[in-house]
């Protein structure tokens, strides 16, 4: 049965597949959904060229580099006009893992990983130039 992108149950185990483990080949994923690599791999293509499949990523551990401190960043922009730049900076910022703009408390909340409290505290004045700021750090990652 096809959905409204055009992809049907065969497209979902493939996706599957691959979200459990992005480095299966489409040979061993073929293997489980009945089909060769080859027609795995252009069932692949079909589903980045829709945009369902947006890229792939590799799972690393941030501490062994040295990217020691985990923290999350609840930011409240001190103007309406502050936005643009905000955003630019978090987007260019290699320290800032992940940004979204939020509804409730704060304007947006930013995940963010540095070296050191030097590094953070260098990171959290450059951001006062855009609002304030309620910082939480991570003591340790469940999931």
Request: aromatic share 8%.
């Amino acid at each position: 049965m096809s959905n409204q992108y055009g992809i049907d149950d065969i497209d979902i185990q493939i996706l599957n597949g691959l979200i459990a483990d992005a480095s299966q080949s489409h040979k061993v994923i073929g293997e489980h959904v009945h089909l060769t690599g080859q027609a795995v791999g252009a069932r692949v293509r079909k589903l980045q060229d829709l945009g369902i499949i947006e890229g792939t990523t590799v799972r690393w551990d941030p501490n062994k580099i040295g990217l020691t401190v985990h923290a999350f960043v609840t930011v409240f922009m001190k103007s309406s006009t502050a936005h643009q730049a905000f955003q630019t900076f978090a987007k260019q910022n290699s320290n800032v893992l992940e940004i979204h703009r939020v509804s409730g408390e704060g304007c947006y909340w930013m995940r963010v990983r540095v070296g050191s409290q030097l590094e953070l505290n260098d990171f959290l004045d450059e951001l006062l130039t855009f609002g304030n700021y309620k910082l939480s750090l991570s003591i340790g990652q469940v999931k």
